[in-house]
T-cell receptor, first 116, second 113 residues
Framework: KAGVTQTPRYLIKTRGQQVTLSCSPISGHRSVSWYQQTPGQGLQFLFEYFSETQRNKGNFPGRFSGRQFSNSRSEMNVSTLELGDSALYLC???????????????FGAGSRLTVL | KQEVTQIPAALSVPEGENLVLNCSFTDSAIYNLQWFRQDPGKGLTSLLLIQSSQREQTSGRLNASLDKSSGRSTLYIAASQPGDSATYLCAGSANFGNEKLTFGTGTRLTIIP
């Protein structure tokens, strides 16, 4: 079956602009999580959506937001881009079963954002 | 705040050797522990998931163990192959559902043919 698909794979923006990234989960998966990966901070959790609702949230400023649609596809948006937002943004999907330690995350290939 | 550390940051070993990667976490209140590999320019691939009630998991040449009392997990790779070259990341889950993971700093493994 198809894996997790992220678009676009690469993009370049300038400071002050905004960006929207898209993530299509594995069919049947209802949870989508987003992570930011940078050389300095490593992988950090942004937020998780389940059934169109944000269920978990990391420690990122309000410039980072997301949403999930009824087909479980998710988008994340970063407004007023800063140089430090340059990173690989990864999304992961899972069944999202409540209180199940067996949930395994499947990651997409990522969207590499460069802010100039 | 949970912190996850992986030492060493980089490791090179000859093909065929057995090796161990280490992962340490500061808060023993993690629920589950996962090991991932990441190839250059790619996303993460889940290798092993050790659930809260388990002590270890095995998959092929890989074996991962979890000791919450000491705050440590290890990933054992037997009979290493060049295809094992990648960055290996451990991650502890802050919630029972595993969606909110705290990742380690990673170990970049190179297997020398």
């Amino acid at each position: 079956k198809a894996g997790v698909t992220q678009t676009p794979r690469y993009l370049i923006k300038t400071r002050g602009q905004q960006v929207t990234l898209s993530c299509s989960p594995i069919s049947g998966h209802r949870s989508v999580s987003w992570y930011q990966q940078t050389p300095g901070q490593g992988l950090q959790f942004l937020f998780e959506y389940f059934s169109e609702t944000q269920r978990n949230k990391g420690n990122f400023p309000g410039r980072f937001s997301g949403r999930q649609f009824s087909n479980s596809r998710s988008e994340m948006n970063v407004s007023t881009l800063e140089l430090g937002d340059s990173a690989l943004y990864l999304c992961a999907s899972s069944l999202g079963l409540a209180n199940s330690g067996a949930n395994v995350l499947t990651f997409g290939a990522g969207s590499r954002l460069t802010v100039l | 705040k949970q912190e996850v550390t992986q030492i060493p940051a980089a490791l090179s070993v000859p093909e065929g050797e057995n090796l161990v990667l280490n992962c340490s976490f500061t808060d023993s209140a993690i629920y589950n522990l996962q090991w991932f590999r990441q190839d250059p320019g790619k996303g993460l691939t889940s290798l092993l998931l050790i659930q809260s009630s388990q002590r270890e998991q095995t998959s092929g040449r890989l074996n991962a163990s979890l000791d919450k009392s000491s705050g440590r997990s290890t990933l054992y790779i037997a009979a290493s192959q060049p295809g094992d070259s990648a960055t290996y990341l451990c991650a502890g889950s802050a919630n029972f559902g595993n969606e909110k993971l705290t990742f380690g700093t990673g170990t970049r493994l190179t297997i020398i043919p």
